[in-house]
T-cell receptor, first 114, second 114 residues
Framework: ETGVTQSPTHLIKTRGQQVTLRCSSQ?????VSWYQQALGQGPQFIFQ???????GRGNFPPRFSGLQFPNYSSELNVNALELDDSALYLC?????????????FGEGSRLTVL | GDSVTQMEGPVTLSEEAFLTINCTYT??????LFWYVQYPGEGLQLLLK?????DKGSNKGFEATYRKETTSFHLEKGSVQVSDSAVYFC?????????????FGTGTRLTIIP
């Protein structure tokens, strides 16, 4: 069974640039959620994708966007990067309407914005 | 909105000591409650959960009881081991949403010394 994998693991961008982060779901999972974890904080829900459509969004501006592909993999795109976007971005996969709260997380992509 | 408040860390204990990490929550309705753990170099993983009042979740010697009257879900373990050193996150899933949106606490770093 393949777990959740994310890429890249680390990256550095400058303010105003755009970034794309990628996630491969655990085998058999059809839902992907993205979380932002600032240093010393708990993860914050960005959005969730199911059947290639956004299916719930947290308190993040529209410059945070995503995609889900037919193979259930996903991308997180962030435009016009700001210094406060520096964080660990976590992808989690699950089964839609499966066991409550049972998310399988990747190790994350650490983004530094200078 | 929903929120989770966790005991401030870091926490350092000797091996075989008793562990309690406090967690309280604010939410409408009847949320599901979770403890996730992040071991060094690994992704977040579900430790235990409880989906209704008075339920007790347990796993790997850890326990937590869903107390609606005190809106709490404290994590306990009778005898900790060095391998329990990790960051522990309390989280909730709202009653009116799918199971993929989690609200996390800020995390408690636990270090066990031999």
């Amino acid at each position: 069974e393949t777990g959740v994998t994310q890429s890249p693991t680390h990256l550095i961008k400058t303010r105003g640039q755009q970034v794309t982060l990628r996630c491969s779901s655990q085998s058999g999972h059809n839902t992907v959620s993205w979380y932002q974890q600032a240093l010393g904080q708990g993860p914050q829900f960005i959005f969730q994708y199911y059947r290639e459509e956004e299916n719930g969004r947290g308190n993040f501006p529209p410059r945070f966007s995503g995609l889900q592909f037919p193979n259930y993999s996903s991308e997180l795109n962030v435009n016009a990067l700001e210094l406060d976007d520096s964080a660990l971005y976590l992808c989690a996969s699950s089964l839609h309407q499966g066991r409550a709260g049972e998310l399988f997380f990747g190790e994350g992509s650490r983004l530094t914005v200078l | 909105g929903d929120s989770v408040t966790q005991m401030e860390g870091p926490v350092t204990l000797s091996e075989e000591a008793f562990l309690t990490i406090n967690c309280t929550y604010t939410a409408t309705g009847y949320p599901s409650l979770f403890w996730y753990v992040q071991y060094p170099g690994e992704g977040l993983q579900l430790l235990l959960k409880a989906t209704k009042a008075d339920d007790k979740g347990s796993n790997k010697g850890f326990e937590a009881t869903y107390r609606k009257e005190t809106t709490s879900f404290h994590l306990e373990k009778g005898s900790v081991q060095v391998s329990d050193s990790a960051v522990y996150f309390c989280a909730l899933s709202p009653a009116n949403f799918g199971n993929e949106k989690l609200t996390f606490g800020t995390g408690t770093r636990l270090t066990i010394i031999p």
